[in-house]
Nanobody, 125 residues
Framework: QVQLVESGGGLVQAGGSLRLSCAAS????????MGWFRQVPGKARDFVAS????????FYADSAKGRFAISRDNAKNTVYLQMNSLKPEDTAVYYC??????????????????WGQGTLVTVSS
């Protein structure tokens, strides 16, 4: 099973950008559909974006469309989340997720099998 480690979180002003990275190890990265989720303390974990195993297909939450971009580099075993035009409501812990049993992570269909430990993103107003 793959292990996931997120990085790239931090404090940014509203309107700024951050790029999150999720490094995978321990298994064949290209056999996993990948996704990003986020969670505010006391609230449910929300889907942000996902990408297919070969990187061709992506899927975004409405809140992320037009501002965030998910990508992956299978040669580097890494998935990225480029976040632009950040808003204070984007503040959350961001989690990377992996699932070998689906071609694309779609919210509500199945819970991904593997999760990272999360990275905190704080957007100040």
């Amino acid at each position: 099973q793959v292990q996931l480690v997120e990085s790239g979180g931090g404090l940014v002003q509203a309107g700024g950008s951050l790029r999150l990275s999720c490094a995978a190890s321990g298994s064949t990265f290209s056999s996993y559909a990948m996704g990003w989720f986020r969670q505010v303390p006391g609230k449910a974990r929300d889907f942000v974006a996902s990408i297919s195993r070969n990187g061709v297909t992506t899927f975004y939450a409405d809140s992320a469309k037009g501002r965030f971009a998910i990508s992956r580099d299978n040669a580097k075993n890494t998935v990225y989340l480029q976040m632009n035009s950040l808003k204070p409501e984007d503040t959350a812990v961001y989690y990377c997720a992996a699932d070998p049993s689906t071609s694309l992570i779609v919210p509500g269909l199945r819970t991904p099998e593997v999760w990272g430990q999360g990275t905190l993103v704080t957007v100040s107003s």
